[in-house]
T-cell receptor
Framework: AQTVTQSQPEMSVQEAETVTLSCTYD???????LFWYKQPPSRQMILVIR??????QNATENRFSVNFQKAAKSFSLKISDSQLGDAAMYFC????????????FGTGTSLTVIP | DAGVTQSPTHLIKTRGQQVTLRCSPK?????VSWYQQALGQGPQFIFQ???????QRGNFPDRFSGHQFPNYSSELNVNALLLGDSALYLC???????????????FGPGTRLLVL
């Protein structure tokens, strides 16, 4: 079974600074997708960014970018110019390509943004 | 365009009772997945429904069952509730064209279930 590991239970960052959240995963598959989801205290999971494993180029979405290292099975999230609204739980998730395949989530990283 | 909706938002039950949770997928989505999220943990996959059938199931006992209706909405049923079933139950919807392409799942706000 695939596993997703987030080794940082908690992180903090000063407002306007940059923070990087780590994620590693274990799979024998070559074609898959990786995601970062954000879960604010209101609890609704929101997609932050998505990466296709076959793409070498790292995905970016405004202030959010990833560092995808396929050989190392590493998928970190960088948040630039951190804002108070970025405070939330962040979950890394893996999904094998193909219909019906479930998501596997890590245990999450709680991000605090300090004003 | 409404996103994924779930009802109720909160629920309190006692051990041994049965509960039904409901989910309406995002417009245009045909697949519904259910997750259990214990406090301080990541979501754990329960099962997925596509074309009104359970297509995949996680490591959950048969006490957990579901249904998908022709309009793609879905229900999660849990029988003989245990204290350990207390959790946030998340519904996620996606569009799965044929074999799919790792489509993104969009989550609802969840139902918080407390079993006493």
């Amino acid at each position: 079974a695939q596993t997703v590991t987030q080794s940082q239970p908690e992180m903090s960052v000063q407002e306007a600074e940059t923070v990087t959240l780590s994620c590693t995963y274990d799979t024998s598959e070559s074609d898959y997708y990786l995601f970062w989801y954000k879960q604010p205290p209101s609890r609704q999971m929101i997609l932050v960014i998505r990466q296709e494993a076959y793409k070498q180029q790292n995905a970016t979405e405004n202030r959010f970018s990833v560092n995808f290292q396929k050989a190392a099975k590493s998928f970190s999230l960088k948040i630039s110019d951190s804002q108070l609204g970025d405070a939330a739980m962040y979950f890394c998730a893996y999904r094998r390509r193909g219909g019906g395949n479930q998501f596997y989530f890590g245990t999450g990283t709680s991000l605090t943004v300090i004003p | 365009d409404a996103g994924v909706t779930q009802s109720p938002t909160h629920l309190i039950k006692t051990r041994g009772q049965q509960v039904t949770l409901r989910c309406s997928p995002k417009s245009g989505h045909d697949t519904v997945s259910w997750y259990q999220q214990a406090l301080g943990q990541g979501p754990q996959f329960i099962f997925q429904y596509y074309e009104e059938e359970e297509r995949q199931r996680g490591n959950f006992p048969d006490r957990f069952s579901g249904h998908q209706f022709p309009n793609y909405s879905s229900e999660l049923n849990v029988n003989a509730l245990l204290l350990g079933d207390s959790a946030l139950y998340l519904c996620a919807s996606s569009w799965e064209p044929g074999q799919g392409a790792g489509e993104t799942q969009y989550f609802g706000p969840g139902t918080r279930l407390l079993v006493l």
